[in-house]
């Protein structure tokens, strides 16, 4: 017996500020339909409709900390690749096989150049070889969905570059297309933060 009721009407396309609609009980929930039904789960999905804050990392950053952003599950990274060069992240974790990194462009999309993990070695790895003639902006999206990582218990990302970070890079912007600003920048090498 069905519980809920099914939602008859054509739908359009929904755009990305739109919350799925939660689908609506006509009958008193009893243990089988709770046992059915993940309140966790719609929520997360929920929170992965909207644009995903970057944290733009500084140029000479070799390691980053963070953690999956709650209930969305994970946290966006926004990097500057020169022409001709390349760059290689990491993830790190005592639970590395539940987490997954995506690298995609500014749409949200692969282009020519990135190659994610796609040999199944359970390796969090992405990179990245710049085929323009410009700098480009990458984004990185380290997926956490079972919220493996919190301020306590956060991931560390390895950051790879071919070019020696002093390289002056033209200023291209990170936060566009579909991403906004983190509220925060992220941490600078642990070299830098001893200095100071």
């Known amino acids: ?16 500020n739109e919350l799925l609609a939660t689908p609506r009980c006509t009958e008193r929930p009893d243990e089988t339909f709770w046992r059915t039904r993940d309140l966790a789960a719609e ?17 000479d950053a070799s390691e980053v900390k963070g953690f999956g952003l709650f209930p969305a599950g994970w946290r966006g990274y926004g990097f500057v690749v020169p022409p001709g060069e390349s760059l290689k992240v990491s993830l790190f974790h005592p639970n ?27 390796e969090p790895v992405v990179t ?11 984004y990185v ?15 560390t990302l390895k950051i790879e570059r071919s070019w020696d970070p002093a390289l002056k890079l033209d200023d291209t912007p990170v936060v566009q297309g579909i991403w906004t600003a983190a509220a925060e920048e992220a941490p600078k090498p642990e070299a830098e933060a001893k200095k100071g």
Do not use: C, H
Not at 143 to 150: A, E, F, I, L, T
């Open 1 to 16: 017996m069905n519980r809920i009721r099914p939602n008859q009407e054509k739908k359009r396309p929904l755009r990305f």
């Open 43 to 59: 929520i997360q999905r929920n929170a992965r409709r909207g644009p995903i804050p970057i944290v733009r990392i500084a140029p």
């Open 96 to 122: 590395r096989g539940w987490f997954r990194l995506q690298m995609v462009n500014k749409w949200g999309n692969l282009e020519e150049g990135m190659l994610q993990n796609v040999v199944r070695t359970f």
């Open 128 to 138: 990245y070889t710049n085929p323009s003639k410009q700098a480009r902006a990458i």
């Open 141 to 155: 999206i380290a997926d956490d969905p079972g919220w493996m990582s919190y301020e306590q218990n956060p991931f």
